[in-house]
Nanobody
């Protein structure tokens, strides 16, 4: 049932850094976009960042200038470099892959990021 697998989460101090990684359980063909979402306790899941196979990149305003997304849609890999972490970044982070043609979404089970002193 696991489609994507995230790794790299953990506990860090404010101002610290983490690098999240995600890879598919197998290669999913014709992926058009990959990205990261997060969900904090009591909050809705929100988009953090994504990129498309066409080369565009989008970030949530709350992470601009601090997070950098990278990856290869064809290889179903995506990374999230998180710098200058804040307690507000604490959440479960989920990776996502999308195929636009048939509206298919693949999800990971999430990795916990906790930012605390």
């Amino acid at each position: 049932q696991v489609q994507l697998v995230e790794s790299g989460g953990g506990l860090v101090q404010p101002g610290g850094s983490l690098r999240l990684s995600c890879a598919a359980s197998r290669v999913f063909v014709s992926i058009d976009a990959m990205g990261w979402y997060r969900q904090a306790p009591g909050k809705q899941r929100e988009l953090v960042a994504y990129f498309t196979s066409a080369g565009s990149t989008t970030y949530a305003d709350s992470v601009k200038g601090r997070f950098t997304i990278s990856g290869d849609a064809a290889k179903n890999t995506v990374y999230l470099q998180m710098n200058s972490l804040k307690p507000e970044d604490t959440a479960v982070y989920y990776c996502n892959a999308q195929r636009f043609g048939d509206s298919t979404n693949y999800w990971g089970q999430g990795t916990q990021v906790t930012v605390s002193s």
